[in-house]
């Protein structure tokens, strides 16, 4: 998973999707939510990425080559920012999203440490596209007509997400689409 990040970097990504369908115990959960990072990760996180960097790559912006003692407060800065651009894609994406498919009826915007969402330097979310376990959410997602009504909205909150640049979430709530 952590691969997926590093092909992220490689790229000089701007925002990370991962599209997920998963299943649950309980099948009449239902519905579409997206994950952020949640801000409880520690400074040992941004400490061992810059030791695994082997002090020779840039992160976001910080050159790890000369042995900084700052650059763990730098990347968690960075990290911190990224978070916030994830944070507000996500916040964009429900709302869009909402017109588009079921939403989960609680809190379908969520954090959690998921791996592919670590990126200290790309904004990154995790869209749980619904649940095979459920059978509404599983027939829906089989049709062509869904995907795309879905792909449509996820591609506008991507166009929406730059075209605004740094505008706050509650802006984009009201904003025609």
Do not use: C
Not at 78 to 93: E, M
Not at 94 to 112: C, E, G, K, N
Not at 116 to 124: C, F, S
Not at 133 to 159: F, H, I, K, P
């Amino acid at each position: 998973l952590r691969e997926r990040v590093n092909i992220g970097r490689h790229y000089r990504a701007d925002l990370m999707i991962s599209l997920h369908a998963d299943s649950n115990p309980d099948p009449n959960v239902t519905g579409l939510s997206i994950y952020t990072l949640n801000d409880g990760r520690s400074d040992r996180e941004a400490a061992a990425l810059a030791k695994r960097e082997n002090q020779s790559d840039v992160i976001a912006g910080v050159d790890l080559a000369s042995n900084n003692p700052v650059a763990p407060i730098l990347i968690d800065l960075a990290q911190r920012d990224t978070i916030n651009k994830s944070v507000r894609f996500a916040t964009n994406a429900v709302s869009i999203l909402s017109h588009a498919t079921d939403i989960l009826p609680r809190a379908p915007h969520r954090s959690a440490g998921f791996a592919v969402l670590k990126g200290p330097d790309i904004p990154a979310v995790l869209v749980e596209l619904g649940y095979l376990s459920n059978r509404g959410d599983a027939r829906q997602m089989d049709t062509d007509a869904w995907r795309a009504r879905v792909a449509e909205a996820l591609a506008r909150a991507v166009d929406r997400q730059f075209s605004l640049g740094e505008a706050a979430p509650s802006a984009l709530a009201g904003t025609p689409q």
